[in-house]
């Protein structure tokens, strides 16, 4: 049985008293799910969410990592710093990281190993652009995606890997791919994972959309057989919002 995920992924916003109080309303809101529940705030605000929610049924996981354990890249932060606070979750490949900071599939896959020789989960986060789709090219860019970072990868390493569709036209943009074109994609994703890992991995590995999933839009969304959760950006900095995707399970 696949996981169903609802990870929120607090980008650069809140600082630590903002932080604070989104915890606390995140807690008044928090019951039993049936669905894992994360969220991502910024580095220097990790440890804090973490001590909070050391008790709760609330994932605190980190928005990005270096692929090196250490040395000489200044600003950066590395999986065993992650692990040495607690944390066993990062999201990967998210499109604003692959757009500004130039992170490539490459680039990628050296992280994606760095995060698993950790024994961290990766959300690994994908999608094709407007013109992508425009040209019918959609699925042929996300299956590049995945190829060029994860498939030099052994079967056994995708119980730590979650997938993450995101359509770059859909984030932020309060366009969402509709229930139909995020099923087709993610069953399209789970054939090209079964064509090269089989039946049993594929079937395994839980499949997140990202991209403008609101309280309105998620259920639908959400009752597609192969969509398992969703990553969330601007919906996750309300609590409200964010439990309101997390009950639509
Ligand atoms: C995201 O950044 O991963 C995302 C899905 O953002 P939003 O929900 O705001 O579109």
Not at 228 to 244: C, K, P, T
Request: proline share 2%.
């Amino acid at each position: 049985m696949r996981k169903h995920i609802v990870a929120g992924n607090w980008k650069m916003n809140n600082d630590l008293p903002q932080t604070e109080l989104l915890l606390t309303e995140l807690l008044k809101q928090n019951q039993t799910s049936d669905a894992e529940v994360m969220i991502a705030p910024t580095f220097t605000n990790l440890w804090q969410a973490f001590e909070s929610l050391r008790q709760e049924s609330i994932e605190v996981i980190a928005q990005n990592m270096h692929f090196a354990e250490n040395g000489a890249y200044t600003g950066e932060i590395s999986a065993s710093m992650l692990k040495s606070i607690g944390i066993k979750t990062v999201i990967l490949g998210h499109s604003e990281r692959r757009a500004y900071y130039n992170e490539t599939d490459e680039s990628l896959a050296k992280k994606v190993d760095a995060a698993l020789a950790n024994d961290m989960r990766t959300i690994f986060c994908f999608g094709e652009e407007l013109q992508d789709r425009k040209s019918e090219n959609h699925e042929a860019v996300v299956e590049s995606q995945i190829k060029n970072a994860l498939f030099h990868l052994e079967a056994d390493a995708f119980k730590n890997i979650v997938l993450a569709y995101e359509p770059v036209w859909a984030i932020g943009t309060g366009e969402t791919a509709s229930p139909e074109q995020a099923q087709d994609m993610h069953a399209f994703i789970r054939k090209t994972l079964a064509d090269k890992y089989g039946n049993d991995v594929a079937d395994s590995v839980s499949i997140l959309y990202g991209g403008s999933v609101k309280p309105g839009n998620a259920k639908e969304i959400f009752g597609k057989p192969d969509v398992d959760g969703g990553l969330i950006g601007g919906a996750s900095l309300n609590a409200e919002d964010f439990y309101a995707i997390v009950n639509a399970f």
